[in-house]
């Protein structure tokens, strides 16, 4: 059935020119773009937002890089969404992402990966209404 994800175009990518190369990716791979907008987040506001980290070593980095540029957060639809984008970015470390994905052609570490990509329907939702209105999100 058609569902719902969250992404990010993380602050390296954004910067480096990628934006619209990746939502070329993202739109062939039959991708429906609900939402899209251009944000730079404080670093309290990626606190916030990666909060269940919190207690992790890379929190203080990841909130750092992730507060260093602007950002393009989408929400996007498609039938599996969940699952289909996270095999679309790939492997979280760079190292370990599969030929032909996102990461692959555009990660440069663990930390400044390129893309973020809900982990379940449930946080899809969190993730999505953390940066979008209900009057955005049609
Ligand atoms: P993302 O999927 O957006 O959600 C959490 C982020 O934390 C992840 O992408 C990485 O960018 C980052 N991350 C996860 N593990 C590590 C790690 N071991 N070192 C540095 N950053 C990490």
Same mark, same amino acid.
């Given at each position: 059935?058609t ?6 175009? /993380?602050?390296d990518a &954004? +910067?480096?020119?990628?934006?619209g ?7 062939? =791979? ?12 404080t670093?309290?506001r ?8 919190q207690?992790?070593?890379f ?5 750092t890089?992730?507060?260093?540029g602007?950002i393009?957060p989408m929400?996007?639809? /498609?039938d599996?969404? &969940? +699952?289909?984008?996270r ?5 979280t470390?760079?190292?370990? =992402? ?6 692959k ?5 663990m ?6 990509g809900s982990?379940s ?8 209404d953390f940066?979008?209105?209900?009057l955005?999100?049609?």
């Amino acid at each position: 059935t058609t569902n719902r994800t969250f992404t990010m175009i /993380k602050p390296d990518a &954004v +910067a480096e020119g990628h934006s619209g190369a990746i939502i070329k990716i993202i739109e062939e =791979a039959g991708f429906r773009i609900v939402a899209i907008k251009k944000v730079h987040l404080t670093k309290e506001r990626a606190g916030q937002f990666y909060a269940v980290h919190q207690e992790r070593p890379f929190y203080d980095g990841l909130t750092t890089y992730m507060s260093s540029g602007p950002i393009v957060p989408m929400i996007l639809e /498609k039938d599996n969404a &969940v +699952a289909d984008f996270r095999k679309l970015i790939g492997a979280t470390n760079p190292a370990q =992402a599969e030929e032909g994905t996102i990461r692959k052609q555009f990660a440069k570490s663990m930390e400044a990966n390129a893309i973020h990509g809900s982990d379940s329907d449930e946080n899809a939702k969190i993730e999505s209404d953390f940066f979008f209105a209900g009057l955005e999100q049609f």
